[in-house]
């Protein structure tokens, strides 16, 4: 006589059939998925929403250190590569679910409501959506924020250096004459007169520095631009 084996998988279905208990787990289990989708929904709601909350109430045994930064090294970092840092309800882009489920597992783990969201991004991601890279924090208190999630791909490797004119107004002169006399190096010889002199060549160079200047200037009040260390905590599109 051979012996069949067990299956476990029919020994538990039968059970469950025995005692009733599928509607009560499928109950349990829709119950469940309906607290998440409405955790994930309350979640969503504080991203958009406009407040003024500076804390929260983590467990700071719990938060990682390398995830701690003071206001200060975010200015800073703002200002090298031109970027803001705003309350998530001017975000424009998608916040991805990552970010929603970490959320959603500090929230736990801390058993707390993460309150005042602050979104580091280009200015552009604060008004139509791209792919550069936004940085989610929450306030701890005492002007530190705690990074949640960064999504994204990464900035440009040369965003520090096109975005270090703008950071003074020493540093868009400097620039400004560089171009200048490179542009005046490449004015032909022999142009305005047979013999070139040291003179006309300042002259030339003089010249080209109030039209690229002009530009400059035209530029930064018709589109209403500032330098970097007065834009990065500005929600104004005119900044």
């Given at each position: 006589m051979i012996l069949k084996g067990?299956?476990?998988e029919h020994k538990l279905q039968s059970l469950?059939?025995?005692?009733?208990?599928?509607?009560?787990?499928?109950?349990?289990?829709?119950?469940i998925l309906r607290e998440d989708f409405l955790k994930e929904e309350h979640i969503t709601h504080q991203l958009g929403s406009k407040n003024n909350v500076r804390s929260n109430d983590f467990e700071f045994d719990?938060?990682?250190?390398d995830n701690i930064y003071h206001i200060?090294?975010?200015?800073?970092?703002?200002?090298?590569y031109r970027l803001r840092f705003l309350?998530?309800?001017y975000f424009k882009g998608g916040i991805p679910q990552e970010a929603i489920s970490k959320i959603k597992h500090l929230e736990a783990a801390h058993d707390t409501e993460i309150k005042g969201f602050k979104i580091m991004a280009p200015s552009k991601l604060f008004k139509l959506e791209d792919k550069d890279d936004p940085l989610l924090?929450?306030?701890?208190?005492?002007d530190y924020y705690y990074l949640i999630h960064k999504w994204g791909n990464d900035l440009h490797p040369m965003r520090k250096f096109f975005a270090w004119p703008f950071k003074n107004m020493a540093n868009l002169v400097f620039v400004v004459l560089l171009i200048s006399y490179f542009v005046t190096l490449m004015v032909p010889e022999g142009l305005f007169s047979k013999k070139n002199t040291t003179a006309e060549f300042w002259i030339i160079?003089?010249?080209?520095?109030?039209?690229?200047?002009?530009i400059v200037i035209f530029y930064g009040f018709a589109l209403g631009k500032n330098f970097n260390p007065s834009i990065w905590k500005s929600k104004y599109f005119n900044a």
């Open positions: 067990t299956n476990i469950k059939t025995k005692k009733g208990e599928s509607e009560k787990i499928l109950a349990e289990v829709q119950q719990l938060l990682e250190t200060n090294q975010i200015k800073d970092i703002c200002i090298d309350d998530s309800s924090f929450a306030p701890i208190g005492n160079y003089f010249f080209m520095f109030k039209c690229i200047a002009s």
